[in-house]
């Protein structure tokens, strides 16, 4: 049995322990509304983004594009080329199950598309360091951007979307998937696993969701143009929006895990002190049994 020596010892590790799970959840609770109100910016513009896109490429014909900046973005690549893959993790851990879902998903992808060259992108030291120890696989990490959360902002973004445009134009990459946790509010993430390139596909998923096109915009001076202008500038706002979603999930699930850490803390001090308390009562009944037992011997 455990002294009552151990115990204390034991109780104030915990307690320590609790002093600094208390302090991560009141970080995290502190940066996540600057996060949600980041996230409530960037995502109607996105969306927009989106929107706008799909209706330029819309109203141009194939021919129209053939030859510009935009018609290599939107065209679909031949099927069996590399791929690249975005894979947004955290830098650090204490955040429930936010990169072990993250990396499933990524290590579920890479198995599906095994035999073929991957190149990636790695934003977090957590997946970048998975990526690293991956063995069997012809995988190349072509660019890295650690260190930028909870503080990640459009530049972090616009190296990214710079790093893919660059990838993609360099090499017969058929395509550019992201794999990130999307917030949902302090209780829930969703792992989404999207294409961003080639444009053609990203734009048939994921513009005009609601059905609403945006006649509105008069197009000038020449359409084609005004895409290949526009078309770098979506594709930064896609990546800085993903960014966001995944440095809110984050904290959210920092915040989560930090209190159910906290609590089960505060639940083991009081199973400790109850078991220190009886401990110690053992002890003393001991010693007054041996006072009342050495008392009769000597008056016997």
Known sequence: MASLRDIRKHISSVKSIKQITYAMKMVAAARIKRAQSSILASRPFAVEMDRLIADLYAELGEQDLEG?????????????????????????????????????AAAAWLKENRGRKIYALAVGRKGRDFLRRLKGLDL??????????PKAGYVH??????????????????SVT???????????????TDRLLPLKMHIAQNASVDGRRSGDFAFEPVKAELLGALLPRHIGAQLYRMLLESQAAELAARMSAMEAASKNASELIEDLTLKMNKTRQTMITTELNEIVSGSEALGG
Not at 140 to 149: M, T
Not at 178 to 192: D, P
């Open 178 to 192: 992201l794999i990130y946790n999307e917030f949902k509010s302090l209780l829930a993430q969703r792992i989404v």
């Open 140 to 149: 190349e990490i072509v660019h890295e951007l650690v260190g930028v959360f």
């Open 68 to 104: 510009t900046r935009a018609s290599e973005l939107f065209r679909e690549r031949p099927a069996g080329g590399p791929l690249c893959l975005v894979l947004v993790t955290a830098d650090k851990g204490l955040c429930g199950s936010f990169n072990t879902n993250l990396l499933k």
């Open 157 to 174: 973004a616009q190296l990214l979307a710079d790093a893919a445009l660059k990838l993609y134009g360099e090499k017969p990459v058929e």
